[in-house]
């Protein structure tokens, strides 16, 4: 008890005087030794701590660890599991997380992998080992070497033993010389296990008997020598080329169709002499020869022939005459013969158009033309040549006979070109078109003086220079119903205008126009005209495609005549001649108002294209039969302009085209003129068209 603890006082009892009083006293601290440390823990209690500690970790192991556990084919597979897992039965406990393993068991590849763990669920894995190849060993009886072939496929084999073939289910065909091919599906164990395969081999030969006449020959096949007749030789099944030869004879091939197991005897081959060689040769060299009728080449060259016999050879070449030998030879010989050929010649003269052009014979200069030359009787190139003119070319052979000519024509170079230009052509549509090269100067329209002139038959001064091709007939509804097949150029009065072979009507010009692009395109041609939603807008005069004739190329291809401008279609004045066209004549007189009384042209409306004869020009019905439209729009002028127009294609504007011609409903004289003009637009039935196209 400290100074400052009291003692409680007892009410009960008095107090004693007398009892001592405690005092306190000072405190000395114990004297401490500075000896070695103690432990504050006995090693048994350590001991007993640490596995206490050991305990619970292996406790919370436990709870949070997870089994991982592998099916392994084969099951006695070893597994490895890298980390802290524990072996536990067939699989191993670890904590939850990433782990790599390897499964491996005696004769199976090893395989290795990595897994995740998860701390949700225990892992299972099923890991099937794939086994090592095996090895197979052949043994045939007979002993033989052999080739093996597993699944079709040859692998590598060393005294019949095919080392590393996956295991499985395998075909294995066993190959081998004279024999036959063996072939059995078996069971490839792997595990690096070695099988043995055992095969009894069937011959894969017959024998052949073989013998000749005379005996002694050489056998042999694929160029192996067998022996020599009589000779029975064991072949392998298959066609076999069997050759028997002989000295002195003709070396024999026979086909031979070989069956395994089944023997058989040839006939006997009878060999023939041999034949001889003769070496032929000639001068000049190159020499056609044939033997007894069979060409056989040119010289030098050695000819094999029959021996014992008589064989007629013949030498030809162009320029020389022909030498006709005979000679035999004896088997096995060689023998030489030269021949000498003799040229022979024949004469040819040349002239030319202009004259003194220059000639060139097989390319070299000879002389000029007018003269002629001694040449051998074989082909020769013939070149004729002069300043300003295309070379004139031919070829020609001599006869020693007969003098022969040959006559240039030079042309100059635009000659030339045109003389390659057709000068008739077919449409894609059927019909026929002329070339024109009109390079023409004249005056289109009539004089004012001039009886049934119209006011709008203007005189204008026109130069015709551009080539160009125009339709001999008029489109007809053949031809214009491939573009539109439902068109219909109806009847008038009960008179069919519709017929193949009649002239398309009841077309406007916007319709010829399209037709004329249609056929363009048909043919590959660029289209003229440029329409908009089915309307010609305008025209391309560059262009290459069909088109309508201008109004100067129908007037020059109707109306000029060397210089002169024709009135009518038949001549110069009334009445109309015979057979001239179809007019309004008196055939017609119950469908127009007004026909020709005199003249009949048997069609009351429209003819067949091509029924009358045509223009000078090969041009038919450009008066008669219907009016065509003309590419031109229509215009009237004020008079004869000094101006000369240069290959016109009428004005840019106007709301009508020009029609030219006369129809088979005209016999006035204003309308049968040449110079008669009218215009339009919209169809009528006695209208139609021809096309035309540039030559650019």
């Keep these: 008890m400290t100074a400052k603890e009291a003692v409680p006082v007892r009410d009960s009892e008095p107090a004693n005087e007398d009892a001592s009083v405690i005092q306190p006293i000072g405190f000395t601290p114990a004297p401490v030794t500075s000896g070695g440390n103690k432990l504050l823990l006995s090693p048994k209690a350590i001991a007993v701590a640490t596995c206490l500690l050991l305990g619970a970790l292996m406790l919370i192991y436990l709870l949070v660890a997870r089994s991982l556990i592998f099916e392994t084919q084969p099951a006695d597979a070893k597994v490895s599991v890298s980390g802290m897992a524990l072996a536990l039965g067939d699989g191993h406990l670890v904590l939850p997380g990433h782990y790599s393993y390897t499964v491996s068991a005696t004769g199976y590849l090893p395989q290795s992998g990595e897994v995740e763990v998860s701390s949700d669920s225990n892992s299972r894995h099923a890991v099937k080992l794939e086994r090592l190849p095996g090895h197979l060993r052949v043994v045939t009886e007979p002993q033989v070497p052999v080739r093996v072939l597993v699944n079709g496929a040859e692998v590598e084999s060393s005294e019949g033993l095919a080392e590393s073939i996956p295991a499985g289910r395998k075909r294995i065909t066993i190959l081998t010389e004279r024999y036959l091919p063996f072939s059995k599906e078996i069971e490839i164990e792997g595990l690096d296990n070695t099988q043995t395969l055992t095969a009894n081999l069937r011959p894969a ?23 020599t007749t009589p000779l029975t030789a064991e072949l392998v099944q298959g066609d076999r080329v069997v050759e028997v030869s002989l000295p002195q004879y003709k070396t024999v091939q026979l086909p031979v169709p070989v069956t395994a197991g089944v023997d058989q005897t040839l006939a006997t081959v009878d060999l023939a002499a041999a034949d001889g060689t003769l070496r032929v040769a000639s001068n000049p060299p190159g020499a056609s020869v044939t033997v007894d009728g069979e060409y056989r080449g040119q010289t030098p060259l050695d000819l094999a022939l029959a021996s014992n016999s008589r064989h007629q050879l013949r030498f030809f070449m162009d320029g020389y005459s022909t030498v006709e030998r005979s000679v035999d030879v004896r088997a096995d010989d060689l023998q030489d013969m030269h021949v000498e050929l003799t040229a022979v010649f024949g004469q040819v003269s040349i002239t030319s158009s202009p004259a003194e052009a220059q000639v060139f014979i097989d390319g070299k200069l000879v002389g000029t033309a007018g003269q002629t030359f001694t040449l051998p009787t074989r082909s020769h190139n013939i070149t004729v040549r002069k300043a300003g003119y295309e070379d004139y070319t031919t070829t020609i052979v001599p006869s020693s006979k007969l003098k022969q000519s040959v006559r240039a024509v030079l042309l100059t170079g635009e000659q030339a070109r045109w003389s390659n230009v057709a000068a008739e052509i077919t449409h894609g549509a059927g019909g026929k078109m002329l070339l024109m090269r009109p390079n023409a100067k004249f005056t289109m329209g009539s004089s004012r003086r001039e009886q049934g002139r119209r006011a709008n038959e203007v005189l204008r001064k026109i130069s015709l220079t551009r080539p160009f091709y125009i339709g001999s007939t008029e489109v007809t509804n053949r031809e214009y119903r491939r573009y539109q097949r439902m068109h219909s150029s109806s009847h008038t009065n009960g008179v069919s205008l519709d017929n193949d072979s009649l002239p398309v009507v ?127 729009l229509y215009t009237v002028g004020t008079g004869l302009s000094l101006k000369e127009e240069e290959n016109p294609v009428g004005p840019q504007d106007g709301d009508y085209h020009v029609v030219r011609g006369s129809s088979w409903k005209h016999a006035g004289l204003t309308e049968l003129r040449l110079s008669y003009r009218d215009y339009g637009a919209e169809p009528r039935d006695d209208i139609g068209f021809r096309i035309a196209r540039w030559i650019n």
């Design 205 to 227: 030969w017959a024998n052949v008997h073989i013998t000749s006449t005379p005996a002694g020959a050489t056998v042999s096949v694929e160029g192996r020598i067998l022996g």
């Design 506 to 632: 009841n077309i406007s010009w916007n319709d010829a126009a399209l037709f004329c692009n249609w056929l363009s395109a048909r043919d590959g041609l660029k289209e003229v005209y440029r329409a908009e939603r089915g309307r010609v807008v305008g025209f391309d005069a560059s262009a290459n495609g069909y088109r309508m004739p201008t109004e100067a190329e129908w007037a020059w291809a109707a109306r000029y005549e060397r210089g002169a401008m024709r009135k009518f279609p038949w001549g110069e004045s009334l009445p109309v001649g015979k057979n001239s066209g179809n007019f309004a004549d008196s055939s017609a007189g119950q469908i127009v108002p007004a026909v020709l009384r005199t003249y009949n042209d048997r069609y009351a409306a429209t003819a067949p294209v091509a029924s009358f004869s045509p223009n000078p020009i090969g041009l038919f019905d450009m008066g008669g039969n219907v009016s065509e439209w003309i590419h031109d």
